[in-house]
T-cell receptor
Framework: DTGVSQDPRHKITKRGQNVTFRCDPI?????LYWYRQTLGQGPEFLTY????????KSRLLSDRFSAERPKGSFSTLEIQRTEQGDSAMYLC????????????FGPGTRLLVL | AQSVSQHNHHVILSEAASLELGCNYS??????LFWYVQYPGQHLQLLLK??????LVKGIKGFEAEFIKSKFSFNLRKPSVQWSDTAEYFC?????????????FGQGTTLQVKP
């Protein structure tokens, strides 16, 4: 399977704990995106990487959130001091580095903060 | 701020009925438009997209969408739905001038097709 993969698929944590999610994009894709989706809503943009450079961050991404893509391949999204409001599906997508191209989504990591 | 509105939150149809899901966006410049679908238990996948050219776009599984620039709309249609079309449908937009290509999604429409 050469699609976008995410790990873990599910994560349950207690409020105040730190969590880290991983995304492996399609190998030849330069662009990588993180989105967050809550129940009954469409995905909301969080952040964008072109290769290893993080070029845009949403205001949704508080200082408790940090994302990296150290070698321009896989990416991690860390949430520190989790809050119940962080419970959501975290989606990763990747695409080629051209305008109007398709973003391919991974299966997501569902986070539940108790 | 740019937004995307999907008018129908939950649609229930019988098999063979025709489908039209509304989508409007608020951005006035050049846009790229997408419809994504999420089948139960599966991840988001692209149904179709409009980048330029013919405003009537055909996608997978018999779906099509028409870009009407004057109405800021990109409605999704299918002449005859099947039970397997039961899914959640998302309209999304990127700004043509965007360097990042980030998608702005609507809130989604849940389609339930009764056999």
């Amino acid at each position: 399977d050469t699609g976008v993969s995410q790990d873990p698929r599910h994560k349950i944590t207690k409020r105040g704990q730190n969590v880290t999610f991983r995304c492996d994009p399609i190998s030849e894709h330069n662009r990588l995106y993180w989105y967050r989706q809550t129940l009954g809503q469409g995905p909301e943009f969080l952040t964008y990487f072109q290769n290893e450079a993080q070029l845009e961050k949403s205001r949704l991404l508080s200082d408790r959130f940090s994302a990296e893509r150290p070698k321009g391949s896989f990416s991690t999204l860390e949430i520190q001091r989790t809050e119940q409001g962080d419970s959501a599906m975290y989606l990763c997508a990747s695409s080629e580095n051209r305008a109007g191209v398709t973003q391919y989504f991974g299966p997501g990591t569902r986070l539940l903060v108790l | 701020a740019q937004s995307v509105s999907q008018h129908n939150h939950h649609v229930i149809l019988s098999e063979a009925a025709s489908l039209e899901l509304g989508c409007n966006y608020s951005y006035g410049g050049t846009v790229n438009l997408f419809w994504y679908v999420q089948y139960p238990g599966q991840h988001l996948q692209l149904l179709l997209k409009y980048f330029s050219g013919d405003p009537l776009v055909k996608g997978i599984k018999g779906f099509e969408a028409e870009f009407i620039k004057s109405k800021f709309s990109f409605n999704l249609r299918k002449p005859s739905v099947q039970w397997s079309d039961t899914a959640e449908y998302f309209c999304a937009v990127t700004r043509g001038s965007s360097n990042t290509g980030k998608l702005i999604f609507g809130q989604g429409t849940t389609l339930q097709v009764k056999p």
